[in-house]
């Protein structure tokens, strides 16, 4: 069984780049959610979607970030422009509702230089 | 709003010992789920045990076990038996319902 598939693992780019992550959640869950961390700040909820309908972005930090859900099977982060302050491993999540566990991905490390 | 408490920044344990980690949480909901979660140095991010609110029992798994005490809002991990494979950061983190919120984590180091 596949888990939480996410790409690429590891991105580095320059400040004002374009940088885009995707995610493929397990097969069959209705939730998922993307979460940054860093050492300042831990963990921390982005967005999350819910049959792939965006419920709560409150964690999203500024308009330079926007997440899309196209479909029960994918699911992108973009950061446009990239800033150097952006720089983290981002997680993506997915869960079954009824189940309430949520299990994540290999994450992103995204370097801003 | 809720919020989850881990107040060892760092811990060690030799192995083949038990250790326990404590996280406090708050919140004024009566139903709600928590887990404990480990973060090794590959940085997966790993559910070890999960406590529903309603249910008295403490969860356990293998050589993992939690005490949770409600009213006290109180969720420890304990690891019997430690491993070298033990050696993460360990999240607890409360859900109600749709959100995790996690606690800051505490580092375990396993000697040998």
């Known amino acids: 069984d596949a888990g939480v598939i996410q790409s690429p693992r590891h991105e580095v780019t320059e400040m004002g780049q374009e940088v885009t992550l995707r995610c493929k959640p397990i097969?069959?869950?209705?939730?998922l959610f993307w979460y940054r961390q860093t050492m300042m700040r831990g963990l921390e909820l982005l967005i999350y979607?819910?049959?792939?309908?965006?419920?709560?972005d409150s964690g999203m930090p500024e308009d330079r970030f926007s997440a899309k859900m196209p479909n029960a099977s994918f699911s992108t982060l973009k950061i446009q422009p990239s800033e150097p302050r952006d720089s983290a491993v981002y997680f993506c999540?997915?869960?079954?509702?009824?189940?309430?566990?949520?299990?994540f991905g290999p994450g992103t490390r995204l370097t801003v230089t | 709003a809720q919020t989850v408490t881990q107040s060892q920044p760092e811990m060690s344990v030799q192995e083949a010992e038990t250790v326990t980690l404590s996280c406090t949480y708050d919140t004024s909901e009566s139903n709600y789920y928590l887990f404990w979660y480990k973060q090794p140095p590959s940085r997966q991010m790993i559910l070890v045990i999960r406590?529903?609110?309603?249910?008295?029992q403490n969860a356990t798994e293998n050589r993992f076990s939690v005490n949770f005490q409600k009213a006290a809002k109180s969720f420890s991990l304990k690891i019997s038996d430690s491993q070298l494979g033990d050696t993460a950061m360990y999240f607890c983190?409360?859900?109600?319902?749709?959100?995790?919120?996690f606690g800051t984590g505490t580092r375990l180091q396993v000697f040998p």
């Open positions: 979607f819910n049959n792939n309908v965006p419920i709560d």
């Open positions: 983190a409360f859900d109600n319902t749709d959100k995790l919120i």
């Open positions: 999540a997915s869960r079954l509702d009824r189940v309430h566990e949520q299990y």
């Open positions: 097969s069959g869950h209705n939730s």
């Open positions: 406590q529903e609110a309603y249910k008295q």
